[in-house]
């Protein structure tokens, strides 16, 4: 592997206006990672990857790199691009077992985190580095949010978010509280009275978004976020239809067929799938079969009954009256995206949020209410991970700043 990674990185030409870290959303200093690796620095490479991204590990294995830094890379144009999710992925996991520094002394602010999906995690690593004493309440057994709740093993093996939670947040004095979901027994109000002076928001969209047609409710139709939560306890039958063309629809596809489902079709509405190129190839490779321009009407015991629609240029979609079929399936997948759950706006005053329940932030994160911040995915709806992270180091910065400005005698 190093011998594949080090011809990558002789591939770089180095360039002095660098389109693959333009092309990156959080700016990875790619020509300076591959320069020092070439030096024989693996370890400086390495912290400066940590540095610039706690998620580097995570972020080399699941990142659209096709549409960010590869995908700007000059050698692209011509040929194959220098593959840096390669070199990132090497350089990092290698590097991740020597960070054995502990906490940053403490600063005797508390800080709360709630949720350790992208963000949370982000979040709390960064404000560590201050000395701020961080707890993280999280609402399942294990930290990790949609990267390990909604991420299947064969993308984003588990031990890479058991090690972060091991090196990144345990070693650095980070406290975690797993199965314990704000605003039911502890609510926000409850955290600003003990102390803690600022409280990050990082809940996710775990509410997954309905067709609303008949069938919904019957016991064969299934949400994907819901079957990738845990897919070993669902009994799909040998044929399954999957409604959505995403990369959600794509992992539960993919999972699906290696629990043992034979015959995988998934339906994409429009004539191409929304997925990227990269998860689709490896869909149709491992068998996945795909329908274009088919509008699900109506979910049956037998299947689903879908009518063909036509796509006009700038979009629009129109129905043929006349196509329903019904194509079998011996269960039901949707992944259509999801939407935030409403627990902790509903048992919290002061918290706006826009029409689709999103909270309502600015771009560094402050909430309607003064000492709540939030980012990710309950602010901006599904994005990568990468876009997450990047955000949220804006936010971090801002509710250090936060704190800080707050009177001496508040922030004892």
């Known amino acids: 592997m190093a011998?594949?990674?080090?011809?990558?990185?002789n591939r770089c030409l180095g360039c002095k206006v660098p389109q693959c870290q333009k092309g990156c959303p959080i700016n990875t200093p790619i020509p300076e990672i591959i320069r020092l690796?070439?030096?024989n620095k693996l370890d400086e490479a390495g912290w400066r990857l940590f540095e610039n991204n706690p998620l580097t590990t995570v972020c080399s294995l699941i990142c659209n790199h096709e549409k960010q830094c590869e995908g700007h890379c000059v050698l692209g144009k011509k040929g194959a691009p220098v593959h840096f999710s390669t070199i990132e992925q090497y350089i990092s996991s290698t590097y991740a077992p020597k960070m054995t520094k502990g906490p940053h002394p403490s600063n005797g602010i508390r800080v709360a985190i709630v949720g350790s999906g992208p963000a949370g995690i982000t979040i709390a690593i960064l404000l560590a580095r201050y000395g701020y004493q961080v707890t993280i309440f999280e609402g399942k057994d294990k930290i990790g949010g949609v990267l390990r709740y909604g991420i299947p093993e064969f993308r984003l093996p588990k031990?890479?978010?058991d090690d972060i939670q091991y090196r990144h947040l345990e070693m650095k004095g980070i406290k975690i509280r797993p199965n314990t979901n704000i605003g039911g027994a502890i609510g926000i109000d409850d955290l600003f009275?003990?102390?803690y002076k600022?409280?990050?928001?990082?809940?996710?969209?775990?509410?997954p978004n309905t067709l609303h047609i008949k069938g919904e409710t019957f016991g064969h139709v299934h949400f994907g976020i819901n079957y990738l939560n845990n897919p070993d306890s669902y009994r799909l039958g040998k044929k399954v239809i999957v409604i959505g063309a995403g990369n959600a629809a794509m992992d539960v596809a993919r999972t699906a067929l290696r629990k043992g489902v034979e015959d995988l079709t998934c339906f994409s509405i429009t004539k191409e799938v929304?997925?990227?190129?990269?998860?689709?190839?490896?869909?149709?490779?491992?068998?996945?079969?795909f329908e274009y321009n088919k509008k699900p009407v109506e979910i049956v015991d037998e299947g689903v009954i879908f009518r063909d629609v036509t796509e006009a240029e700038n979009g629009t979609l129109t129905d043929v009256e006349g196509t329903d079929t019904l194509y079998p399936a011996d269960s039901?997948?949707?992944?259509?995206s999801q939407g935030p759950q409403n627990t902790i706006v509903?048992?919290?005053s002061g918290l706006n949020t826009n029409t689709r329940g999103l909270l309502s932030a600015d771009e560094n994160g402050h909430t309607s209410r003064p000492g709540i911040f939030a980012s990710g995915d309950v602010v901006n709806g599904a994005r990568t991970v990468v876009e997450a992270v990047a955000h949220s180091k804006k936010v971090a910065e801002a509710m250090h700043a936060y704190i800080q400005s707050l009177p001496p005698e508040e922030n004892q």
């Open 3 to 9: 011998l594949h990674v080090m011809d990558e990185a």
């Open 274 to 289: 929304a997925a990227s190129q990269y998860e689709y190839s490896y869909a149709k490779l491992e068998g996945v079969k």
């Open 198 to 207: 600022a409280i990050f928001i990082g809940t996710g969209v775990w509410k």
């Open 159 to 161: 031990s890479v978010l």
């Open 193 to 195: 009275r003990d102390g």
């Open 37 to 39: 690796l070439k030096e």
């Open 346 to 348: 509903n048992t919290t």
């Open 332 to 336: 039901v997948i949707i992944s259509i």
